[in-house]
């Protein structure tokens, strides 16, 4: 599924939307983006599961599970599950939209890819990656670029993200045969400003990566950290050293720039898991070892239960409901009623049928 619309983007205006698609001879309508508009408006997506899509069309030429390119905020995304997207599960390419209650599962490449200025505000999002199941270029729970070349053009990629639970393919008593082409947590490269706050990582390779290792002005991602514009704070993240990169730099010394407050502002423990904070987090469609309905509800008495703040200014804002959880759920199961964690082994025969 491809959204598109007018609000601002740092690529420009009438930008076209990656994916190969048919222009119908009429490009501005079909297939391009970006304009001045902050609060367009694309409609309303609302209680919808997008399944089976996403697909790499070609090289860095893709079509996600959703893609966003340039939607205002005046277009409503709430409840909305992407179910084994090929590709990306949620894409952004710059725009304003909020959005809460989103689901990635199973993706492919990254769970929530933010790009070319994406300002938008994004509350109660759910990745579960699938153990055998990621992309030759590297998977992620997070993927931010300011744009494809690091450049510091405007508006600047500073969406924030609260309350998200992030599920990765380790667990305690799996960690074998897990593809090796997961990745991280979190990549945060290419100049991007993008914040996380009040969220839960859990079983990745690797933790959080602010990466500078291609930016049109040497050291801008971990600037943009460092100056307070992009902001990882209250998190959790469990689990996420495979590859003895828990919190990650360049080299020793980017890393020495941000490590302290990174670990200070954070909560890090590489031996303990999603089990610890999430009632049943490891339960997978049918075709996968341990089939099931997973429960993404958080554990009482869990460091999650409690502790999410808003005091920092990046979330003060009134789109955020104040809740006192960390991660995308609470103990009401937001996730019930709607979503479906094993599509292929539902009969889409009837419509109106099936649920």
Known sequence: MILLGK??????????????????????????????????NSGTLKYVRVEYGGIPFSPDNEINGITFGGVGSGTTIDYVEVFRSGDDGFEWFGGTVNAKHLIA????????????????????GIAQRYVTVADVSGSNAFESDNDKDGSDKLPKTSAVFSN????????????????????????????????????????????????????TTAGSTTANYTAGNLVFKNNIVYGSNKKGNEVKGDNA?????????????????ATKFAVELITDPYKY??????????????????????????????????????????????????????SNFDAGKMPYTTPGAVK
């Open 105 to 124: 599962i199973g993706s492919v490449d990254d769970d929530f890819d933010t790009d070319n200025g994406f300002s938008g505000k994004i509350q109660f």
């Open 285 to 338: 469609a049918s075709e996968f070892s341990n089939p099931g309905t997973p429960n993404f509800t958080v554990k009482a008495g869990s460091i999650a239960a409690t502790g999410a703040l808003f005091t920092d200014t990046k979330v003060t804002d009134a789109f955020f409901d104040k809740v006192t959880y960390r991660g995308a759920v609470g103990t009401e199961d937001w996730t019930a009623g709607w």
């Open 164 to 215: 998200m639970t992030l599920i990765g393919p380790y667990a305690a008593d799996n960690t074998a045969n897990v593809n090796a082409n997961h990745q991280h947590a979190a990549q945060i490269r290419r100049n991007s400003s993008i914040s996380i706050l009040n969220s839960v990582f859990a079983g990745f390779a690797e933790g959080i990566y602010i990466d500078n290792s291609k930016v």
């Open 7 to 40: 609000a601002p983007v740092n690529a420009g205006e009438n930008v076209q939307i990656e994916g190969g698609l048919d222009a119908k001879g009429n490009a501005a309508k079909y297939i391009q983006y970006g304009g001045t508009v902050a609060n367009d």
């Open 253 to 269: 010394t980017a890393k020495a720039l941000f490590e302290t407050k990174l670990r200070a502002e954070n909560t890090f423990d």
